[in-house]
């Protein structure tokens, strides 16, 4: 199993980026999974994930600004960020439950300069 993310880099605050990440070795379908970040000195966190079942979470610092999306027959999702803010500032991480463990990608770094 492999999870490969890009579409990172640098914006001005305001601007907007499309993370996504290719899933290869299992069929993600309904499994959960999405996206989370890490910035300097801080935890990770959730950013957008889909549940079982099919709801989706954000996380409250993202709601209206980013949109979790996916496409099962190219295998991967995708994280439309907008209205970029420096404190989006992180790696971003994107991560599937698959037979009773997570899977994570390599992280693509999101820079947002004021």
């Known amino acids: 199993v492999q999870l490969q993310a890009s579409g990172g880099g640098s914006v001005q605050a305001g601007g907007s980026l499309r993370l996504s990440c290719a899933v290869s070795g299992f069929l993600f379908g309904n499994n959960e999974g999405g996206w989370y970040r890490q910035a300097p000195g801080k935890q990770r966190e959730l950013v957008a994930v889909?549940?079982?079942?099919?709801?989706?979470d954000y996380a409250d610092s993202v709601k209206g600004r980013f949109t979790i999306s996916k496409d099962n027959v190219k295998n991967t999702i995708y994280l439309q960020m907008n209205s970029l803010k420096p404190e989006d500032t992180a790696v971003y991480y994107c991560?599937?439950?698959?037979?009773?463990?997570?899977?994570w990608g390599q992280g693509t770094l999101v820079t947002v300069s004021s």
């Open positions: 991560t599937f439950y698959y037979l009773r463990r997570d899977y």
């Open positions: 889909f549940r079982v079942g099919g709801r989706t």
